[in-house]
Antibody, heavy 120, light 110 residues
């Protein structure tokens, strides 16, 4: 059974960098699929942040691209998210998810999510 | 990219059918073979219920069905049950490797 678990600080100061890690179990990232990050501000809808595959090919939301870096660490079977220069609008639950086989646009397994608040 | 347009809420009685629309443009829904739908209960992660417009993952009841016409995709829930009460999101490709979500529709079972 594929499982994903997000981890990282729940509180980030304005203008600093948000860093989250997603640990994957039950499946090796190196086996294939793309992997993505999606966020959801409290009470609002879902927003795709970006996706990556095992070889490091990345695709980012054009609205966030200048601030986002997604990477993979296959030795730890993890993917990570960095979002720079955060502001209050970046407060959200951040999910990592696996994209379906041969798909770049549907997510078949999700982590439980990690709430990140931006405040000084 | 702009979010896809969904009604904020729909409701129905147990046993009835409800349909949720998801309207985009020719650049996303209209041109896409890759529309998906997610069910999200409060405090939980989204769950994939439809992908590639009409396909259901293993374990998803056949009461859930998807379709598409022009720039609008639809999710129909037949035989509505109390357990179906949740928020539903559509998602489409908007260009290569670029998913865009709808704003979400809250389904209420009366």
């Amino acid at each position: 059974q594929v499982q994903l678990q997000e981890s990282g600080p729940g509180l980030v100061k304005p203008s600093e960098t948000l860093s989250l890690t997603c640990t994957v179990s039950g499946y090796f990232i190196s086996s294939g699929h793309y992997w993505g990050w999606i966020r959801q501000p409290p009470g609002e809808g879902l927003e795709w942040i970006g996706s990556i595959n095992y070889s490091g090919s990345t695709y980012y939301n054009p609205f966030l691209k200048s601030r986002v870096t997604i990477s993979v660490d296959m030795s730890k079977n993890q993917l990570s998210l960095k979002l720079t220069s955060v502001a209050a609008a970046d407060r959200a639950v951040y999910y990592c998810a696996r994209l379906g086989a041969n798909s770049m646009v549907h997510f078949d397994y999700w982590g439980q999510g990690s709430l990140v608040t931006v405040s000084s | 990219q702009s979010a896809l347009t969904q009604p904020r809420s729909v409701s129905g009685s147990p046993g009835q059918s409800v349909t949720i629309s998801c309207t985009g443009t020719r650049s996303d829904v209209g041109d896409s073979k890759y529309v998906s739908w997610y069910q999200q209960r409060p405090g939980k992660a989204p769950k994939l219920i439809i992908y590639d417009v009409t396909e259901r993952p293993s374990g998803v009841p056949d009461r859930f069905s998807g379709s598409k016409s022009g720039n609008t995709a639809s999710l129909t829930i037949s035989g509505l049950q109390a357990d179906d009460e949740a928020t539903y999101y559509c998602c489409s490709s908007a260009g290569i490797y670029t998913p865009v979500f709808g704003g979400g529709t809250k389904v209420t079972v009366l």
